[in-house]
């Protein structure tokens, strides 16, 4: 078959490329420059003409990042809370998601769609009573008042139903016919099949946790329980409360908080597109 072709095709192509490249370099330049920027000695960020490759570059930002606070410790604590809150998100999103999408139970699908009316709900309505519960439970600064209110989402067990009702039933009643029991079914045939979404959800709930400034606000009270984005906020306070705001060093932190979450995302793009593509197959 021959493709009919237009002698605009080519340069409507080489218009949609060029515009592709604008946005990506829009996108990209302002990262290379904060990680530009961090590798500056301070004083030297506002040089001119400016330069994108320092001529002098240098690690003592990073070095002084770890010695004049303790960022260690905020990444270790933003790690615990991060692999708690996605592991329960995954675990309790997934279990529940099976339910509604397999399970028959009276009051299924109304229970699901008064589920779904709380994503309507802004998150700051919610703040004060979730607050107060994990005041009266005694969790403030801890660990659990940290993780404990980011197991679940609404919008994780959303995207897993929508996945888990793409799967074929003959896989379901293949598996009871061989004497599987409910909790078999979900966890060696459904979760296999539904790897890219569950893959997603990870993604998701990972850069949200990691970002996440608000909620540790809250709860956390002492240096020793702050994440990485509590703690960027309270070094940039305390940089500019007497003097001028040291940018390379501002700019070595905010490399440290962003680097995982890049590199979770660039390994986990082919899961995260095609989990996407599956979870919307079918409503």
Known sequence: M???????????????????????????????????????????????????????????????????????????NTVVVTFFTVGGQVILCSMAAYGFARLRFMGRDIIFVLFLATMMIP????????????????????????????????????????????????????????????????????????????????????????TDLLWPLLISRSQDMRTLELGLAYFNASTTAFRQTNWPLMMSAAVVVMLPVLVVYIFAQRYFIAGISLSGVKG
């Open 123 to 210: 998150f700051q309505i919610t703040l004060i009573p979730t607050f107060l519960i994990v005041f009266g439970l005694g969790w403030i600064d801890t660990y659990q008042g940290l993780i404990v209110p980011g197991i679940s989402s609404v919008f994780g067990i959303f995207l897993l139903r929508q996945a888990f009702m793409g799967v074929p039933m003959d896989y379901q009643d293949a598996a009871r016919i061989d004497g599987a029991n409910e909790f078999t079914i979900y966890t060696r045939v459904f979760l296999p099949l539904v790897g890219p979404a569950l893959a997603t959800l990870a993604v998701f709930a990972f850069m949200g946790t990691w």
């Open 2 to 76: 021959i493709e009919n072709t237009h002698w605009y095709d080519t340069p409507l192509k080489i218009f949609g490329y060029a515009v592709l490249i604008l946005v990506t370099i829009m996108m990209v330049v302002p990262f290379i420059w904060m990680l530009s920027t961090s590798l500056r000695p301070s004083g030297t960020e506002f040089a001119y003409p400016p330069q994108l490759i320092p001529t002098n570059p240098t690690f003592e930002n990073y070095q002084n990042l770890f010695t004049l606070v303790p960022f260690g410790r905020y990444i270790i």
